[in-house]
């Protein structure tokens, strides 16, 4: 059977997004919901995937095929398509299977050429509206086909604006843009040593060409790396007949959302420009309305307009971003999908949705993409600080939340200050598509120009950050590098902060506060640990950090990391005591000092958890991190101890190590100076005993030797351990239950998973030093590599990041096969960083781990990442 | 049922060796063959597990069973334990399943009080005799049992020759021992403060216990680590009536090997001592007589037991040790088990026994230990430089080889020396147990006094060590740390010659040569090659060392390493000039330049081996390594690049890694850099086009891409080599087959084995580095916990000498089976240094690896094991 590469908007539906593209697949739903749509085919992935294989090239089939489709459309919209009397004029778009606004090409208007456009004028009986449209032709067809820089044309735009005298394109007449377009062409033929093509089919074929290429221009590729979208075949390209908003006064165009894509508040919004084309919203140049003007220019059009928007919303079940083109009067549909928004609209809707009884709880739980609720979690402005300020500006509240950094003008400078550890805020008159990693980089953006919809917001809203667009008080001097606020002149490295939530800018750094957690929020979690299997535990190594995980619903600690608490104040001098120390009786000394300092700690936290489980793991890193690098402070640790500067230089020396990742650390530590897990034990097991003593609290401490990568190792630890543990018990004349388990970190402890259960009551996953490990990968050194392998797709993703599953997953396999086999009740958490990523959750949950750990703030992501894995494995 | 611990002689068997220990069972398998053996019994090992598991007490029920056995065994004897009139008298002494020599602790002459010894008197008529036994008791006991230090004992025998004016102690008469004696009890009581025990009874659970004790004394446990004897339950006790050497001229005591242990000769092999105890002859005290020499003093009874050597060898069908008293003309049999021997004569003496049809070429291979044929393999000296110089001394050549090295004089420092580098001779008088950690760090042992049974030479020659004893041309102060020899002063730190096969000493450093590789040994190898199932490659970097493995039985290349041929002359220039390049075409000029040199190197390698497999690696270790570290060979570079020293060291500290093993190298280099991936390849295939036309052999490259950890990292790798390879080939107008596969290093790489399989031809696993990452030990800092390890016993075997089978082994048997699942004709090898060692080689071949590769000294070592291994596995 002959592949069909070609389909009419009317032979495709809303399922068929991976061969025709989400705006494709959309287009052909809306068709066949009897949503004015102007008619026009869809050219699939398929193709775009034969034109890389077939080295860049479209076979001549296809463009057969399209040519066939072209027919039909013309007797469909009786024009003819480079007819010099009725023409037909259509758009060529991009439309993947993901939604990649912005990041590759778009041609307008194409079918012109001189002889067309004098059709067009006599058709339309507007011969400014058709020189003008065919100037946008040439440029933009220029601009994306033949490679000429947009700014090349506008200066052309320019010199004539300015030889007659005015502002605005607008203020143009027929005749200067008669001038334009031939001054244009001048600078194809310059520029590419041949006229600008004049044949409609081949400006088809090329165009069709160039935007297959685009789907591996730079932006594209960094976005889906950017947004992990992977293994997709390619772009689809729609070609549709062109319907104007630039027809006149009774002309517009405008993008809308079903709900308010900021707040996810259940009310139509939108924006748009009335005699305008498309771009001209979403680039931000001018300014757009409100939604609801619309309704007092044309309240038919906004009617129907909402009409199909309620159609549209209860038939995708989800908030829609339509754009809409009125011409002359009559409404047309050219796109819709469904809309980003910002984590708090996220929640809200799919809350709202549930109470609407448009979806299940289900469904509204894999709406919201867990990594987007870290906007919900970090920092507002603390109001009383605030209160006290005034803001120097005011623009619109693009995306939510609190930045403060120092202001750069540039995105590229954006990166370098954020790679040399500053908080950077970038502002722009407007962003664009080459402004992504400089965005990425920042703590907000503030531009001077663009609305609601425009490129800045959009993206700004995906990342999660904080975004002010349209804050019209600023007169940014990009070159230079400053800008001008009520005559102040601010320049670049000055501090600034944004309130994404309300538009203002301040010149200040304002103090930030913990969030409150609304309502919504708390309803979509409770229904998160309603269908979640994986408990969700978190790391933290001090009182404070333990009490913000048990607000954001940490059920435990996975992690407590104890060598972080020897690094304070007078602790870190008896550690340093113990490390110099030359027998064995200075080091227990030493460490005696260290334990009322452990025990403290632990009592804290064991009062803050308040009876629930608490995994303490004993010493870890290389002895050698607890001493001093600098010379002085040498010194001054010399003097302290009173031993000689040489003795120190000495014993860092011989401390040294060449793979200190794989060297004298972990259980290592523990077996080679067992007083340092006498000592640990001992703060462990008598601050449970006190506090159990003193606040009535019931702690099962679950104490864990890490680095095991046999059962040799960690029966040597666990009989100090016990040994230790159950003679103080005995002393204190009363109970206490405690567990002995192990990281499984060392890709060894994996492999003797079975034998490790004998002895051990619980597993922990350390997937840090596991893909280390398993990987090969030093994570202090793969930057020189890692790069590399992302760019050449050697690796989907950073393994430090999202856990590899491939390989890491299947020693986590292993050992919990093997590790269950042995001992059916032992208990199975991660406590690695991958524990608050959501693939990799997902993977824990499939794999029968009985929780995660993760940091404080990544606990609400885990919870429901969770969920999203029960849901999805049922 | 009632367990069995005590076992009359006539009761056990030879097989019973790990429930009686091997002299246990050996003394019971006499005295069942009918040869003359003093009845005893023994308590088994599972008593001495007993005896540890029971807080170091011997349960009641094991002592009521030993003094049932004595009841018979005084029937037997016609005598009674602890009776004043007819007296018998015990040997208490160890035996393990294996031999551990002199390790744990004897006592002769037990069943002797005040009373006892004049029973004794009467009994043998012979007071001094009686005196003197009852002395030695006393010595022994206090010592072993009692924990007296032998010295004090000495200390108190010399004054009371001195006093008496005599020199020897046979010249002290009755009244003098007996005052001996009285003395010896004074020093007991004021060191125990008690008397000393005179009960018989008590005597014997106190001598039991303390040879259970011994068990674990420290020289036993490090022989045993020293050994790898692991796993036994313990030692078992023999109590055997007494016979004595010691009655007069006509009784004695003696050791002899039914072949000669240094050659293999078939000759009866042996020394005697005249009236003397046993321990006389092993201590080395008095230099005693060739066995020859009894057929002169007592034909019969040397006839009798050259008769009895020929039972025991036919019956063991193994060179036999045997040790013989002659109790007033009758003679004894105390002990058989297999002779220890050198490597020359377990080769010798397993061909030999082949050819006499004692056993069969299987047996003979399992008789030969692999690692013992490192002796025969290394260097000898040169005889012509040898025959230029005169020896200065000559003693008995107690175990051969050649040996040069600094002189010590103590065995700890022996030690020390060794680990800053040095390379030492141990001289003492005699050696003794403590001493074998020095023996191990030597390259030879030379001792004054002792014969060819004595401890250093028992000890050397199981060590493969030069020894050569008994050279009283010595005159050794310890304890100034100097000898004279010839009335020259030799004083600490000199260097000395050893030829352990004449018994020569020289005071020069004599070079050395390969060895000559005997008719039995070919022979032998040949046995080996036809059963062994394994093929044997050898790891070499250069045409020479090539040349020794091929000499040695190798039968292709499993590892060329390439980095090593950029570290001389102009090479490491080049080197450095590419790594200091900035640009891409800096880095391809200095390729360029190291292009001639590859391709001479592998065009040498391809010489030598004549058309056999070559395995290539590319460029693995981290560019760092290449660069200078001294700040003077910083400046050097920087005048010769004509660069400045800082961007030198720019450069170097760019290049550093937190964990270099982990880091920047392997194919991470390859796609890094693919222009060296490029060079590589390019020198690899020339060099074998060359060498085909000009030499007309045929090479089939295996081109290895080193570190891979997944599918995508060898798919980059390959397609790069194959450009290159086949564009070289096609232009050649030649043909040329090469095969692309890859090292399994990486855990990774294991687990994803099957999916790398489908692009790699061949998988070598790179042991070393699979070992660093699965057990997450760094080679470089290990030595900082696996001693503690050992010792704990939480590790058997340096995991990076022995493969560790149960961990390592498991990601090895993994990635065999995944990867032959994917390509069934997968070709499969290990090139770690784990290749040329015995129990790791049996994996190998359990796996059902191809091939092994090791280096060019152990390839006769891995054609034994692997035969061995196809031996016991079949």
């Not at 027809?247 to 809308?256: A, I, K, W």
């Not at 980089?441 to 999660?464: E, F």
């Amino acid at each position: 059977m002959k592949i069909k590469y070609v389909y009419e908007f009317l032979e495709g539906k809303k399922e068929m997004k991976s061969l025709l593209g989400g705006k494709g697949a959309n287009l052909a739903e809306m068709t066949n919901l009897g949503i004015p749509v102007p008619p026009g085919f869809t050219i699939t992935t398929e193709a775009c995937s034969l034109y890389y294989s077939n080295n860049e090239k479209l076979p001549k089939e296809i463009h057969e095929e399209v040519f066939e489709k072209l027919k039909i459309l013309e007797s469909k919209m009786k024009l003819k398509f480079g007819d010099s009397s009725n023409p037909l004029l259509v758009s060529v778009r991009s439309g993947a299977a993901f939604s990649m606004p912005g990041m590759m090409d778009t041609i307008l208007n194409l079918g012109l050429n001189d002889k067309v456009v004098e059709g067009l004028i006599k058709k339309t009986n507007n011969e400014r509206f058709a020189r003008d449209v065919y100037r946008r032709f040439i440029q933009m067809f220029s601009n994306v086909v033949l490679g000429i820089h947009s700014n090349e044309f506008e200066k052309i735009l320019e010199n004539i604006k300015q030889t007659k005298g005015v502002e605005f394109d607008l203020e143009l007449n027929e005749k200067d843009l008669r001038e334009v377009c031939g001054k244009y062409k001048q600078l194809v033929k310059l520029k590419t040593k041949k006229d600008f093509p004049e044949d409609p089919k081949e400006q088809l074929k090329l165009s069709i060409d160039a935007v297959f290429r685009s789907w591996n221009n730079d932006r594209a590729k960094l976005y889906r790396k950017l947004n992990n979208i992977n293994n997709l075949l390619g772009t689809a390209v729609n070609v549709q007949s062109m319907v104007f908003g630039n027809l006149g006064e009774t002309s517009g165009t405008g993008v809308c959302f079903t709900r308010n894509p900021a707040t996810g508040e259940n009310y139509f919004y939108g924006e748009f420009l009335m005699n305008a084309q498309g771009e001209d919203v979403v680039a931000g140049i001018r300014t757009p309305q409100k939604l609801e003007k619309l309704k007092e220019i044309n309240p038919d059009v906004y009617n129907e307009l909402n009409e199909i928007r309620r159609n549209l919303e209860s038939h995708y079940k989800d908030m829609q971003d339509m754009e809409f083109t009125i011409q002359e009067g009559k409404l047309f549909l050219l796109q819709t999908r469904s809309g980003k928004r910002t984590a708090a609209a996220a929640v809200k809707i799919a809350v709202d949705m549930v109470k609407e009884g448009l979806i299940s709880k289900e469904e509204a739980l894999l709406r919201v993409d867990p990594n987007s609720l870290d906007q919900l979690l970090h920092k507002q402005f603390d109001p009383i600080a605030k209160s006290k300020l005034k803001s120097v500006a005011r623009g619109l509240p693009a995306s939510p939340g609190a930045a403060v950094g120092q202001i750069v003008f540039d995105a590229e400078k954006a990166n370098l200050w954020k790679e040399e550890g500053k908080k950077v805020i970038l502002v722009r008159s407007e962003t664009s598509p080459e402004d992504l990693m400089g965005m990425n980089a920042s703590q907000g953006i503030l531009t001077s120009t663009g609305g609601m919809t425009s490129h800045a917001a959009v993206v700004a809203r995906g990342m999660g950050k904080c975004c002010i667009t349209s804050c019209s008080d600023l007169v940014i001097n990009e070159k230079e590098s400053y800008m001008i606020i009520n005559k102040k002149k601010i320049v670049e490295g000055d501090y600034i902060s944004l309130d994404g939530s309300t538009g203002e800018v301040y010149l200040d750094k304002i103090p930030t506060i913990d969030p409150e957690l609304s309502g919504d929020f708390a309803e979509l979690m409770s229904w998160a640990d309603s269908f979640r299997m994986l408990r969700v535990r978190t790391n933290a190594d001090t009182p404070k950090d333990a009490a913000v995980a048990v607000k954001f619903g940490a059920e435990g600690i996975g992690l407590c990391r104890t060598e972080h608490m020897f690094f304070e104040g007078d602790r870190i001098k008896a550690m340093r005591e113990m490390i110099l120390s030359e027998t064995l009786e200075e080091r227990k000394k030493a460490l005696d000092k260290l334990l009322p300092y452990q025990k403290k700690d632990f009592k804290g936290l064991f009062e803050v958890m308040n009876g629930k489980p608490v995994t303490i793991r004993l010493l870890d890193p290389p002895l050698h991190e607890f001493l001093p690098k600098e010379e002085l402070e040498i010194k001054d640790l010399a003097k302290e101890l009173k031993i000689s500067v040489e003795k120190i230089k000495e014993r860092i020396v011989s401390l040294h190590e060449q793979n200190p990742m794989l060297g004298h650390r972990g259980c290592r530590l523990g077996i080679t100076y067992p007083e340092i897990t006498e000592m640990q034990t001992k703060a462990i097991i008598e601050a449970a005993l006190e506090v159990k003593k003193e606040k009535n609290i019931n702690i099962i401490p679950e104490i864990m030797i890490p680095l095991v990568g046999g059962p040799n190792e960690f029966k040597h630890q666990k009989e100090l351990v016990k040994k230790i543990a159950d003679e103080i018990i005995k002393n204190s004349k009363t109970s206490l239950k405690y567990l002995i388990g192990t990281m499984i970190e060392v890709p060894r402890g994996a492999l003797t998973a079975d034998k490790i259960a004998k002895e051990a009551e619980f597993f922990s996953f350390g997937t840090n030093d596991l893909t280390q490990m398993t990987l090969g990968f030093s994570r202090d050194d793969v930057s020189k590599f890692v790069p590399k392998y992302l760019e050449a797709g050697i690796i989907d993703k950073d393994p430090f990041q999202s856990l590899d599953q491939t390989g890491v997953g299947i020693l986590i396999e292993m050992a919990v096969q093997k590790g269950r086999m042995t001992r059916d009740n032992l208990k199975l958490g991660i406590c690695g960083e991958h524990g608050g990523e959501p693939s990799s959750i997902d993977f824990c949950h499939r794999t029968g781990l009985d929780y995660v750990s993760c940091s404080p703030y990544r606990v609400p992501i885990a919870r429901l990442a969770a969920a999203q894995a029960a849901i999805n494995n049922n």
